[in-house]
């Protein structure tokens, strides 16, 4: 069984476009997030949801919105698309992190996204 | 905000040898992290120490870390082929209200035949 699934897997579309990534946890976690990985391997954190509350919101472009229905969902969707967008996103599960240090993530395979 | 340096940035052994890569971080720390990326992978969870460790062992997987001089090593002895990969450090920064983990840039690995 997949622990964190993420589709699409790739994702290539034209500027001005929107599109939705979606992320789903079998963990049973609390917590979730949103990472963007540049050409450089650079992983940097976006957002994070704690029981479907935002408790992280990086500096990233408000055309970027995370949604969670629920604690086992964190989808990521994205306005007005540019090219600066290309990378690939990885979202991610821990434990509550609420009062302690932070434990290890569970990583889903990632959506490379391509914005032509 | 990235936080950890790996270094080297890149390293390539053959299969057998053993590999250590180093990274570096800037403040006071709850625990540091290893993670390993496969091309075109996620990041697969290696090993967790807490800041009152200073050594730590799983398999052929050992990480040591010194506090004072701010950094950490990871060793993997024996390398194979399927060791190929990135390796990233993150840290759980005290004092960080938020709990989450500052990426380091990572160490490709690569384990020739």
């Known amino acids: 069984d997949t622990a964190v699934s993420q589709t699409p897997k790739y994702l290539v579309t034209q500027m001005g476009n929107d599109k939705s990534i979606k992320c789903e946890q079998n963990?049973?976690?609390?917590?979730m997030y949103w990472y963007k990985q540049d050409s450089k391997k650079f992983l940097k954190i976006m957002f994070s949801?704690?029981?479907?509350?935002?408790?992280i919101n990086e500096t990233v472009p408000n055309r970027f919105s995370p949604k969670s229905p629920d604690k086992a969902h964190l989808n990521l969707h994205i306005n007005s698309l540019e090219l600066g967008d290309s990378a690939v996103y990885f979202c991610?599960?821990?434990?509550?992190?609420?009062?302690?240090?932070?434990?290890?993530?569970?990583f889903g395979p990632g959506t490379r996204l391509t914005v032509l | 905000s990235q936080q950890g340096e790996e270094d080297p940035q890149a390293l390539s052994i053959q299969e057998g040898e053993n590999a250590t890569m180093n990274c570096s971080y800037k403040?006071?720390?709850?625990?540091l992290q290893w993670y390993r990326q496969n091309s075109g992978r996620g990041l697969v969870h290696l090993i967790l120490?807490?800041?009152n460790e200073r050594e730590k062992h799983s398999g052929r997987l050992r990480v040591t870390l010194d506090t004072s001089k701010k950094s950490s090593s990871l060793l993997i002895t024996a390398s194979r082929a399927a060791d190929t990969a990135s390796y990233f450090c993150?840290?759980?920064?005290?004092?960080?209200?938020?709990?989450?983990?500052?990426w380091g840039a990572g160490t490709k690995l690569i384990i020739k035949p």
């Open positions: 403040t006071s720390i709850n625990n």
């Open positions: 120490i807490r800041s």
């Open positions: 993150a840290t759980d920064a005290t004092g960080d209200s938020n709990y989450q983990l500052i």
């Open positions: 949801y704690n029981n479907k509350e935002l408790i």
């Open positions: 963990l049973g976690h609390d917590t």
């Open positions: 991610a599960s821990s434990q509550d992190l609420r009062g302690r240090a932070a434990d290890e993530q569970f």
